[in-house]
């Protein structure tokens, strides 16, 4: 799951409404995914991001420990779904365990002023937005606390029959 | 789908059938006629924009003066030349075809009016104006309306376009490319699954290019020099043809080559150098360069359109260059048979191709499909260069798990889900996201960020039409299934899905949008009303597809033009024009009702 798309979902338990935004991301496992860079593509998203919740979700995806981080290269590409992360050895100096891509990648905190043609901008916010591929983990509805799991990087948004708005 | 739908959009024509429309009155009847009730319906509910302009409703059309009291004229919204008026009677009346002889003078008075307006606006030279009602299903309000259009010299080149789909499916097809590429076409004459070709005026030969490189039903365009319906009469049309349009295509430092194509006929090769030598008397100045030409010139044959009665001579000839061939070999490439993933009720890939031009997606569109499947429609859309993402309440297949649809097969292997569809044609990057939902109860929050909707909600017969709901309504003896996550789902009326689907559009389509989907359909009882209606969606086309001898499929494209209010939703309480598709709710058992009787029959027959 994208993060551009955690920042389109909402929880849609009864009653709960607009305080079902934004959903609570805990991830337990996570790639980095190279995407092309379209600066288009991406100045046209830019107006459509709610910047909390980005920033939120970018946040705990960046405080995830080294090993539950696949960057891209470590089975050359293809399927990813029936395997297990690898053990990794740290990176000299890098003893704080935090994911290393976005650590790197500073994510902005505000859309700035003439962003369309701010190459740098565009390709953090591409980055972020496309870049980054939560593949296990749970959605948390802020309002009720249940949860929705994301297994192999697809969220499942059903509702049991109680739950479910009439 | 049964096996008709396969053959949509390939050469088969007979297999759809066409029903002609306009914008938005759609008629059960044969092309010819227009049925006048649809304009007194317009008419009543106040909904003809024209009259609503005519009573000065409409305060964003400016009046222009004009002295008769029973006629309006106004700027045409999209104008196809520097001059573009409508000059419209204040009374509705319906299209063209509705004209008798007591309208004589009603006509006459509004041609006076036009050459006024053109006159009042500096426009003095009439032979160079053109005005003139335009034919059902081409125009686009049924309130009759003269188009007054000047200069006609810079009105664009006549283009002609091969084309071999039902001819209905192939005008709402390029209907709206051309809105998407902001063209207007002019058309001078009546064509519906008569005949593969089709004359028609385009302002520019770049836009005639863009148009190619979208389209699905049509093969080639070609710009006219003459026709006829002789050879006699294709020479002196082309002698006809202004010679110093002709020169930048026939100088001699060019090269080019003549082809000669008939359809419905084959010629030996004796015969089509005899009708390449016939056109010598044309100034070709460049070399032939039978390879690699610069220019390609085409005479076109047509001998109808039945292979047990092919005539001696021709119905028509066409001769014109060549410009840009249609996109009809991406119905190959894309092809269901070759692809990785595929369920029960894949679209066919020509299909999801018209699917996508409804929907007018370009370049960095987002484009949804609640009821995702394998990703077909998706693939489309990715294509042409729209990121792509999809609900589907099926986990097994959105996981892209479970039982495989392709005979010899019986589970799915690891590369089979919605992902590796787009990498096999390389249009990963344009993959967004497919997550598991009820597309009854979308989790989206509230905001326009979907550029089109493009789907094929499930009609109960070959996947069932689903939603969760409370356990008060489940039927005992149902089960959950562990594996799958889903909790128990309980049918759902197929009239209250297309009702959601409506308003979940309304609301996350952005203003411009487009809703595209197929609408299933009991023949018998079949009525426009029928349609699903939304305050803020306007219906674009309607276009059927046979799939049984009683039940059809209607491709149904919908523009959001209004923004959404929270009091739309319950629209359809306060609307008496909306009539619940309520024959729906039966559609399964419909659809098989021809078996059931069939049955009975034999078994009648067989006692006897």
């Known amino acids: 799951m994208k993060l551009l798309t955690h920042n389109l979902l909402s929880s849609h338990v009864r009653g709960v409404g607009p305080r079902g935004f934004p959903l609570r991301l805990q991830a337990t496992e996570v790639r980095i995914n190279p995407v092309e860079f379209n600066p288009d593509f991406v100045a046209r998203m830019i107006p459509k991001v709610e910047w909390a919740a980005l920033l939120e979700a970018a946040e705990t995806v960046r405080t995830l420990p080294h090993a539950r981080v696949h960057l891209p290269g470590e089975w050359g590409g293809g399927e990813w779904s029936h395997r297990q992360p690898r053990a990794r050895g740290g990176t000299p100096g890098d003893d704080l365990g935090l994911c290393p891509q976005l650590h790197l990648v500073e994510v902005p905190k505000g859309p700035i002023e003439g962003y369309e043609h701010d190459e740098k901008f565009l390709r953090q916010m591409h980055h972020v937005l496309l870049e980054v591929d939560v593949l296990e983990g749970t959605l948390q509805c802020p309002e009720s606390g249940r949860l929705f799991p994301i297994s192999r990087g697809i969220p499942n948004m059903l509702l049991s029959d109680e739950e479910t708005e009439t | ?608």
């Open chain 2, 1 to 608: 789908m049964a096996e008709e739908s396969k053959r949509a959009g390939s050469e088969s024509g007979p297999a759809c059938q066409a029903a002609a429309a306009a914008d938005a009155a759609e008629s059960s009847l044969p092309a010819a006629e227009v049925a006048p009730r649809s304009s007194r319906a317009e008419e009543q509910g106040g909904k003809c924009v024209f009259c609503r302009i005519a009573g000065r409703r409409e305060p964003s059309t400016e009046l222009l003066p004009c002295e008769n009291e029973d006629l309006v004229c106004f700027k045409d919204i999209k104008p196809a030349a520097p001059h573009h008026y409508l000059v419209v009677p204040k009374k509705h009346l319906g299209n063209c075809r509705e004209l008798k002889k007591d309208h004589i003078e009603l006509v006459e008075s509004m041609v006076a009016v036009g050459k006024t307006i053109l006159e009042r606006n500096n426009f003095t030279d009439f032979k160079n104006a053109r005005m003139g009602f335009h034919m059902p299903p081409f125009c686009s309000i049924s309130h009759l309306h003269l188009h007054v259009l000047a200069p006609v010299d810079q009105l664009g080149f006549l283009s002609k376009l091969v084309y071999r789909v039902n001819s209905y499916w192939f005008i709402t097809e390029i209907k709206s490319l051309l809105s998407l590429f902001g063209g207007q076409f002019i058309s001078s004459q009546e064509t519906y699954g008569k005949s593969p070709f089709w004359i028609l005026s385009i302002p520019s030969e770049d836009i005639a290019r863009n148009l190619m490189k979208r389209t699905v039903c049509a093969k080639s365009i070609f710009e006219l020099w003459g026709h006829g319906k002789s050879p006699e009469e294709l020479y002196s049309s082309l002698k006809n043809y202004p010679v110093e349009k002709m020169v930048p295509f026939l100088h001699s430092d060019s090269t080019y080559k003549i082809k000669i194509h008939t359809f419905n006929k084959t010629l030996t090769q004796e015969e089509k150098v005899k009708r390449i030598d016939a056109l010598e008397f044309l100034p070709f100045e460049g070399k032939v360069n039978l390879k690699k030409p610069q220019h390609i010139f085409s005479v076109l044959e047509d001998y109808g359109l039945d292979p047990n009665c092919i005539p001696e001579n021709p119905h028509n000839i066409y001769f014109g260059r060549w410009i840009a061939d249609g996109q009809r070999e991406l119905i190959e490439s894309y092809s269901v048979k070759k692809r990785h993933f595929i369920g029960n009720t894949s679209m066919d890939a020509g299909l999801s191709f018209i699917m996508a031009n409804h929907g007018k997606v370009k370049e960095n569109d987002i484009v949804f499909d609640p009821f995702v499947g394998t990703g077909g429609l998706l693939i489309a859309s990715a294509h042409f260069g729209a990121y792509v993402c999809g609900t589907d309440i099926d986990y097994n297949t959105v996981h892209g798990l479970g039982k495989a649809s392709r005979k010899n097969q019986k589970w799915r292997g690891p590369d089979e889900n919605i992902r590796a569809n787009l990498r096999q044609y390389g249009l990963e990057k344009y993959y967004l996201d497919v997550l598991v939902s009820d597309a009854s109860k979308p989790s989206w929050r509230k905001g326009t960020y979907f550029d089109a909707i493009i789907t094929d909600p499930p009609y109960g017969i070959r996947e069932s039409t689903r939603r969760t709901g409370s356990q008060k309504e489940i039927p005992k003896g149902m089960e959950k299934c562990p594996e799958s996550h889903v909790p128990v789902s309980l049918s759902y009326h197929l009239s209250d899905m297309f009702f959601d689907l409506l308003n979940f559009a309304a609301e996350t389509l952005v203003l411009g949008g487009r809703l595209v989907y197929w609408l299933p359909v009991y023949t018998p009882e079949y009525t426009e009303e029928m349609v699903p209606w939304h305050p803020c969606l306007k219906l674009i086309s309607n276009c059927e597809q046979k799939l049984s001898s009683h039940t059809s499929r209607r491709l149904i494209t919908m523009e959001k033009v209004k923004k959404f209010e929270d009091r739309d939703q319950y629209s359809h309480l306060l609307s008496d024009h909306f009539l619940p598709y309520q024959g729906h709710n039966s559609f399964r058992e419909k659809y098989f009702s021809g078996v059931t009787k069939r049955i009975a029959k034999e078994e009648k027959s067989s006692q006897e």
